[in-house]
């Protein structure tokens, strides 16, 4: 077997047809079958199933799958090494970022970035903070920015950026707007816009709710922070939101933020990246960008 053909098997698992392979690998059909059979020769069993428009691993594939991910993404990531030798201040930089991370912060960002590093190509990849921390272990992107309470992994480096804080988030003619301060008791029988359970948000909110004997009546979940804060504009309920994330609209009159002054509301944004990964020239010059506030001069 060679790299060719697992990075075939690999991306036969992913998109199970033949021409999409190929075109990923930009190489003929033919030339993508003969792989297959090549390899199926090569270890003495069957690794596909043919079946009607589609193509899946047989249990000897999905097991030289589990090894084969592993192979394919670290010749990846030792030919991304090699070409940062190469050519120091070039190559490519996949950044995975939260949801929040994404829209509020890191754009402010990536001006600084492109001017500092103007030859570095870079991807930004949006997933919830789990999806990105399992991404990061897998070796799947460089670096994360998510928005947590904390993080506390042995293979993660977790740099905390700025405060982040989670709060009530109405509309302006609701009647809390005018509370000075919001007490559990009075949100009891409120309508709830909420993120979906996987976001950090919607887990800080649950817990701070549990912690405080509120069920949320969630009406409406919805998988954006920009769509809650509409809904909440439109007067369709109330949500717990970031206040970074709701700058704009509290400057513009159109919602209010209310503080509920609860440490499990309390958030950061971290800079994170895998401990036990190859440090790149280029990933040393991002982690010392973020690490070292550079991003805030």
């Not at 709710?209 to 504009?233: D, H, P, Q």
């Amino acid at each position: 077997m060679n790299l060719q053909q697992l990075k075939i098997l690999v991306l036969i698992s992913k998109y199970k047809k033949i021409t999409t392979v190929a075109e990923i690998l930009n190489l003929k059909q033919p030339t993508v079958t003969f792989h297959m059979k090549k390899l199926e020769q090569s270890t003495e069993v069957s690794l596909f199933i043919y079946r009607p428009k589609m193509i899946i691993l047989t249990d000897a594939g999905e097991a030289l799958l589990h090894y084969a991910n592993q192979i394919v993404t670290w010749a990846d990531e030792a030919e991304q090494v090699l070409l940062d030798y190469r050519h120091f201040n070039k190559g490519k930089i996949i950044v995975g970022a939260s949801n929040t991370s994404a829209t509020y912060f890191l754009p402010k960002l990536l001006g600084n970035m492109r001017q500092a590093y103007p030859h570095v190509h870079i991807v930004l990849q949006v997933k919830n903070s789990p999806q990105l921390i399992e991404m990061l272990k897998k070796f799947e992107i460089d670096f994360g920015l998510v928005a947590e309470h904390e993080i506390d992994d042995p293979d993660l480096v977790a740099v905390p950026m700025m405060d982040d804080e989670l709060g009530l988030v109405v509309h302006p003619t609701h009647p809390l707007a005018k509370v000075d301060r919001i007490v559990p008791y009075l949100l009891e029988k409120e309508i709830w816009i909420m993120r979906e359970k996987d976001s950090a948000s919607r887990r800080m909110a649950e817990l701070w709710g549990n912690m405080n004997n509120i069920a949320f009546k969630t009406t409406l979940e919805l998988g954006a922070t920009e769509a809650i804060k509409r809904a909440v504009i439109g007067n369709l309920g109330i949500s717990i939101l970031s206040r970074l994330a709701v700058e704009d609209e509290i400057k513009q009159g159109q919602l209010v933020f209310k503080s509920l002054h609860a440490p499990a509301l309390e958030r950061k944004i971290y800079f994170i990246y895998n401990r036990n990964r190859y440090i790149t020239p280029i990933i040393q010059e991002y982690i010392d960008f973020f690490a070292g506030k550079r991003w805030a001069e």
